[in-house]
């Protein structure tokens, strides 16, 4: 694999083994997502603030809310480490490269131990979850920089945090006092992490992509499910 297994290419497979196999080895891109560019500027905002304070004694809201004695980590590769082409990597035993981009990186002041954190952006009724939905995907995720890390020599806490920014959907542009302002609520939620799994996996995916043979697709791949319903209308 050229340019590395990263960590998105290792969720593609665990969902659907064939598609990454069509994707990484033959070429077959998927197709293309709408790009969420609210995510986009909302992780930014949050990556401003929490830099406005890194490398120094001071608290954050959120930290204070939670009863968290963290502060933001400071390192030479931060920049390298969100940067989703570099990303934190490490190479394997069965010789590929795998890398994935974190969002930030705090550091616990009581243990020295790092917590990965991972922005989240979403506009919904209630309190964000990750136990629904995408949860399950967003876990491994978790876990697969929590694994990264720890094969990078850093010291890691099992609890990750995800950063949640709620968008209100009261008001409006013409709204009294909103003035085309849109409002956030902002989640914490501790996650505790288990990366046993991590490594494994890793193997099975270089083994199915250095492989001749197609793999059977995912059983909830919507992709393979189109193409395959496709196929069966067009051959009729």
């Known amino acids: ?20 196999y069509q994707q990484r080895r033959l070429g077959l891109k998927q197709p293309s997502m709408v790009p969420l560019t609210l995510a986009v500027a909302t992780d930014a905002l949050l990556k401003n603030e929490f830099d406005a304070i890194r490398g120094q004694d001071v608290t954050h809201a959120v930290w204070q809310e ?58 919904k009724q209630g309190e964000p979850s990750i136990d ?15 694994w990264l890390f720890r094969q990078a020599g850093h ?17 409006g542009f013409y709204s009294s006092g909103t003035h085309g302002v849109m409002n956030f609520a902002t989640t914490l939620i501790a996650y505790e992490g288990d990366d046993s799994w991590v ?7 270089m083994d199915c992509y250095r492989a001749d043979e197609m793999p059977q697709r995912g059983g909830d791949c919507d992709n393979c499910r189109y193409f395959e319903e496709r ?3 067009e051959g009729r």
């Open 231 to 233: 196929s069966a209308l």
């Open 1 to 20: 694999m050229k340019k590395g297994l990263s960590r998105s290419a290792l969720e593609q497979f665990i969902r659907c083994p064939r598609c990454f």
């Open 199 to 205: 490594d494994a996996k890793v193997i099975e995916a």
């Open 66 to 123: 939670h009863g968290l004695n963290v502060r933001a980590f400071e390192h030479p590769d931060i920049d390298l480490w969100r940067n989703n082409f570099k990303g934190q990597r490490i190479t394997h035993s069965c010789g590929v490269e795998v890398f994935g981009a974190v969002d930030d990186v705090w550091e616990n002041l009581n243990t020295g131990e790092l917590h990965i954190v991972d922005y989240k952006s979403t506009s």
């Open 155 to 171: 010291k890691v806490s099992n609890t990750g945090y995800f950063l949640y920014v709620n968008g209100s959907k009261q008001g």
């Open 132 to 146: 629904v939905g995408w949860g399950e995907g967003y876990k491994r995720q978790m876990e697969i920089y929590q």
